[in-house]
């Protein structure tokens, strides 16, 4: 069993109070079964292609390990990421680090990883990436970003694909590539239109595909894959339909059309997103006019989406016994009117109420902050009957674990 979707209501309710209780809140919690049942689906809608997870979405050991052992390749966007990969175990010749106007520091990483396992692939999306990759004397696995000139999204700060910052123009591809094949080992071609592709987005991703079909044919060099990057969206609200995973492979499949090389897409959030929950603890209910303000101890610093999108996240109590539903405005301790989840129909909060926020498992925990000089969350991970801490909470320690008594010069 396998649904396309999990909404809150499946989770259980007790054994998420049970970890609220031994860990505390906020508290992520990732379901790796569940991570497992996505990545099979992925899969089995690609059966000739590369799924390549993209680690940005949750780099949590055991997520990256999971993913590995299940088979996916690993995307990475940084050198900390490829470090966290390789840490969890994945393979070299499955990481693909995406440079995207890379930090010396990265690149020196990078090839240094690449001296020792000539495996990894380096993705390249400007002609400066290339030149300087030359100029550390790497000549191993390199695959070219293109800008395909379509984009898509849930919010403009996500769609990338006709964004200048990523990728070369796709009319400079053909050129750069065969220069590109004089010094490295031109593996691949890449793009990626952006995230939470859904509905009628679905078309610019197809656009995407078919240039990307249309440049591989054009090119002589002989590529490995064709990779036409993530943005598998999810349904965040109640009643929306996940996407038909099956239908958007073959949609794909065809607008790629006749290509030697291996198809790959890079899902991220699709993987991990509806695998987590956030869990938060209600400390605050105060009428405020009409309104019903209730106070959360998870805020814009441990779920930053709702502050940076408007995204929406369900919420689901999970406050036990009959209660009137009321009309509620969930809000985070952080100092900034923006600190707010939304307005939810809940049974009438009280103090003390542990409240699961849904599809944090993607983009959740990546994108806390110390903001406020708040220590981030933990992470707690549960494998069937099992359950265990990826990443402890921090302490306020940790918070000021960087700070020095500063030596003037
Ligand atoms: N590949 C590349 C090159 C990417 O830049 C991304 C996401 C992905 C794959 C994976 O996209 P996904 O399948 O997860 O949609 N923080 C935002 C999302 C930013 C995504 C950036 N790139 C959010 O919370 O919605």
Known sequence: MNPPVRRLADWDAARLAG?????????YVQDLDRVRENYARMAAAFPEGRVMYAAKANTAKTVLGTLSDAGAGIECASAGEVERALAAGCLPE???????????????????????????T??????????????????????????????AGHHEKVSTGANAKFGVPIERAPDL??????????????????????????????ELVSRMG?????????????????????????????????????????????????LAVEPGRYLVADAGVLLTRVNTVKPAGEELVVGVDAGMTTLARPAIYGAHHGIRSLAEGERE??????TGPICESGDVFGEYDLPAPERGDLLAVGNAGAYGYEMASQYNSRPRPATVVVDGENSGVDRRRETLADVTRLEREVTWS
Do not use: M, W
């Open 19 to 27: 970890l609220a209780d031994t860990h505390g809140t906020p508290l």
């Open 94 to 120: 499955r990481v693909q680090y995406t440079a995207v106007n890379p930090p010396e520091a990265d690149l020196d990483y990078a090839v240094s990883i690449a001296d020792d396992h000539p495996e990894l």
């Open 122 to 151: 380096i993705t390249a999306g400007a002609e400066d990436t290339i030149d300087r990759l030359a100029e550390r004397g790497f000549s191993g696995r390199l695959c070219l970003r293109v800008n395909p000139g379509v984009g």
């Open 177 to 206: 590539l065969d220069k590109a094949d004089e010094r490295f080992d031109v593996v691949g071609i890449h793009a990626h239109a952006g995230s939470g592709i859904s509905g009628e987005d679905l078309a610019a991703h197809r």
């Open 214 to 262: 249309e440049l591989a044919r054009r090119t002589d060099l002989d590529l490995e894959f064709v990779d036409v990057g993530g943005g598998f969206g999810v349904p965040y609200r109640e009643g929306e339909e996940p996407l038909d995973l099956q239908a958007v492979a073959r949609a794909t499949r065809e607008a790629l059309g006749e290509v030697e090389a291996t």
């Open 325 to 330: 539903t009321v009309e509620a405005t969930v």
